[in-house]
């Protein structure tokens, strides 16, 4: 699991060195990029790269998770001591998905449903592909779609009706 | 729900999405076989389906900086003596948290390396150089640097912990009130005098790092790119530009030689945006013709040589300020909640004290036919002389706060020494009344007494309180 993170870490480094700010990286390539890198580092540290892409989706998904939350920290606590060594470089809120419920949603589906979470994981923290899901998981590609489908639409309704804890989580 | 359950809602909601959908809810009702809650949540579950839309369709993203920004530094832990308590700031290569000194049970700024740069050892250097500087510099401006620590090879500097907002929060709020700006601007060229002499240019000085305590002082932090001028070593190569453009000088945005009037220079752009609430290089900025915006252009000349000498030479000039509000165009921002209830209490107290002394006239004009001859006559016109100068400098001050509340500072400053001495005459006069009279009419004498204590207590003790708290603000410096 470290090593994902560094892996990750130094993609990251690579990119803002390049100096594109407010560019974002999908999942898809973030995952590739750090496989490809790490295959040809350590060859022997993943079985495979069903084992390696199970490991980034879920570091994928603890990263943006986490992140999530130091944001609503730092937005709650007005963050008045800024950093110095640079600038510029604030993060902003990605675009679409509230993370934190997602995660909330996802957690609660996987004690009902924990395949259906897995596959939510893989698609959509991983970036994989129907196929490379089903292989990942060990299950037909008619198999995941169906689950992703009815995952895909329990989580919405988990979304759309939790409360909005951004707002009510401090009056 | 059971894991029975979740299996047929399963079943139930895949059927019925391989039906058409006008057939969907007549086929779940068919093999929902009477299980009525079952049948809504798969109807509530398709419905979902049908407005889930680009739900979660393309894979998630992630902003790099992000990514970087994976710190093992969380909420509850703890690195040496110190107790995370949460991140407070980040930027491209630092991390600031806000955490508890274990030892010493005190909230401190830490400022670390992000995880990414923490083996870079150019940058490791820099940030102990940055604690250095900051070390060297004393000054209650200036945010106290507690240690530089090293635990388990991360390098991190305690320092302060500031609780407040940023000066670039107040001017965005609205054009300061003026002589706060000056008030600000002096405590800023205050502090650079400090660092100057220490050694230390700032180098990037801009209103997000110039914070506001929550009682109004004035920190000057980020010694961030703080560079010891007596050192030639340097660590960003010959020419590098550090900085934030908008507050650097000519000079340093080129890349040439710098010295402590690029701290001047950004002094200039801090106070006339704090006077305008408008960058000095905005077009059309509106003008303003004070004697503080004169001071500001002679900050931000072009040529270092037009500028001040040094922060000292600036600090005299703002010092020397004549409060000439009449040439101020900026509206005056009406004062804070608790301060206009001091102020209140201020104005209470100066219309209380006139009438208490107009009032005490009439005693004393008993004590003269008392006291008789030169000597009551004396007394009496003493008092009358000093309750008459001090009511009226009083009303004068009532007055221009009620009205004129800008130029009160003026007026209080022309007044007060006027007041202290006439109520000090006008006290020491009751005494003399008081005592002469004790004999013969011992309620005139106890007034007399009673008043002249009361009005001693009143401008030794109660006034200067009263005053502090309605001007602390302006008057602080």
């Known amino acids: 699991m470290p090593l994902v993170y560094d892996e990750l870490r130094r993609i990251a480094a690579g990119y803002i060195r390049r100096e594109r700010p407010g560019q974002t990286l999908q999942a898809t390539a973030l995952v590739n990029e750090a496989f490809v890198r790490l295959a040809a580092e350590q060859p022997r540290s993943f079985a495979n790269r069903q084992h390696f892409v199970a490991i980034a989706a879920l570091s994928m998904r603890q990263i943006l998770v986490q992140r999530a939350r130091a944001r609503k920290a730092a937005k709650r606590g007005g963050a008045p001591n800024r950093v110095t060594l640079d600038e510029g470089l604030v993060s902003t809120e990605p675009r679409g998905v509230d993370v934190l419920a997602l995660d909330e949603a996802l957690t609660r589906l996987a004690a009902l449903d924990s395949e259906q979470a897995r596959i939510v994981e893989l698609r959509y923290f991983g970036g994989l592909t129907v196929e490379e899901t089903a292989n990942v998981v060990g299950v037909s590609p008619a198999t995941v779609k169906r689950q992703w489908a009815m995952a895909r639409a329990w989580l919405k309704r988990a979304v759309d009706t939790a409360p909005d804890d951004g707002a009510n989580a401090r009056p | ?477």
């Open chain 2, 1 to 477: 729900m059971t894991r029975e359950q979740w299996e047929r809602l399963k079943v139930l909601f895949n059927g019925a999405l391989d039906q058409p959908a006008e057939r969907r809810h007549e086929w779940l009702t068919l093999h929902a076989q009477g299980d009525e809650l079952l049948a809504r949540e798969a109807g509530a579950l398709l419905l979902a389906h049908d407005t889930a839309e680009g739900f979660l369709e393309e894979p998630a993203v992630v902003d790099p900086t992000d990514l970087a920004a994976l710190d093992e530094l969380g909420s509850g832990m703890r690195i040496g003596s110190y107790e995370i308590e949460r991140e407070i700031g980040r930027g491209g290569m630092g991390v600031v948290y806000l955490a508890r000194d274990l030892r010493l049970g005190r909230p401190v700024a830490l400022k670390a390396l992000s995880r990414l740069h923490d083996s870079n050892a150019a940058l490791r250097e820099r940030l102990r150089r940055e604690a250095r500087a900051a070390a060297n510099i004393s000054h209650p401006a200036v945010a106290t640097v507690y240690a530089l620590e090293e635990v388990d090879g991360r390098l991190f500097i305690a320092s302060e912990y500031i609780d407040g907002h940023s000066l670039r929060s107040e001017i965005e709020s609205g054009t300061l009130e003026w002589r706060r700006a000056i008030a600000i601007a002096i405590d800023i060229a205050s502090a650079l005098c400090a660092a100057h002499d220490a050694g230390v240019i700032h180098r990037d000085l801009k209103p997000e790092n110039v914070l506001i305590t929550r009682i109004g002082a004035v920190k000057v932090v980020d010694f961030g790119i703080a560079q010891i001028d007596s050192i030639n070593t340097r660590l960003t190569r010959e020419g590098d530009v550090i900085g934030t453009p908008a507050y650097m000088a000519p000079e340093q945005l080129i890349g040439g030689t710098i010295d402590v009037r690029v701290d001047i220079y950004a002094v200039g752009v801090i106070l006339t945006e704090m006077l305008t609430g408008q960058h000095p290089l905005t077009p059309g900025r509106r003008s303003i013709h004070t004697s503080a915006s004169e001071i500001a252009r002679r900050c931000i000349q072009t040529d270092p040589n037009e500028r001040y000498r040094s922060a000292r030479e600036l600090l005299a000039a703002l010092e020397r300020e004549p409060s000439n509000p009449t040439a101020v165009t900026d509206p005056v921002t009406p004062p804070l909640p608790e301060a206009s209830r001091a102020r209140w209490w201020w104005e209470f107290h100066q219309a209380a004290v006139s009438i208490v002394y107009a009032v005490m006239i009439w005693p004393t004009w008993l004590a003269r036919h008392v006291i008789g001859g030169h000597t009551g006559n004396a007394v009496f016109v003493t008092v009358l002389a000093a309750a008459i100068v001090a009511v009226t400098l009083r009303l004068h001050l009532w007055f221009t706060s009620r009205s004129y509340p800008a130029e009160l500072d003026w007026a209080r400053g022309r007044s007060t020494g006027w007041m202290l001495v006439s109520d000090a005459i006008f006290a020491s006069a009751l005494v003399v009344a008081g005592v002469l009279v004790g004999d013969e009419r011992p309620a005139i004498a106890v007034i007399e007494i009673a008043v002249a204590v009361g009005a001693a207590t009143s401008f030794a003790v109660v006034e200067p309180a009263t005053s502090r708290a309605a001007f602390r603000r302006t008057d602080r410096l």
